[in-house]
């Protein structure tokens, strides 16, 4: 039988409940509300605030249905970039993509892509 986790999913600029399948596992290792059995980011960065390199951006680090958190997502954006510039633009294209879809606020954007910018990668 599988079983379901009722959980409050927080996405930025709002809070949904929303019910995920479990597979019949409740472990959430991680502690973002996500059961293993289907946490696409099983380790996920739960700080409250993104931090990129240190550098803290103030924006609200909030976790998605999949259980990823924005920094996870802002890691794995940045994670093949070769040098400074190139991490710059892939972040700032990233980025732009979720103001689009209505995840982050152009502020945001602002916000994270000059934590990026100012880091030593």
């Known amino acids: 039988m599988l079983g379901y986790l009722r959980c409050n999913i927080l996405l930025p600029g709002f809070a949904r409940t929303g019910f995920v399948d479990s597979f019949g596992s409740g472990d959430d290792t991680d502690g973002d509300g996500v059961p293993q059995g289907v946490d696409s980011c099983p380790n996920s960065d739960l ?3 993104v931090k990129f390199n240190g550098i803290d ?4 680090n909030t976790v998605d249905d999949s259980g990823c958190s924005l920094a996870d997502r802002l ?16 972040t700032s294209h990233f980025l732009t993509s979720l103001v689009k879809d209505g995840l982050i606020s152009n502020k945001e954007r602002s916000a ?9 990668n």
């Open 57 to 60: 951006s103030g924006v609200e």
């Open 112 to 120: 994270l892509l000059s934590a990026v910018a100012q880091s030593n």
């Open 47 to 49: 700080s409250p605030t």
């Open 75 to 90: 890691a794995e954006s940045a994670g093949d970039a070769r040098n400074h510039g190139q991490l710059v633009r892939t």
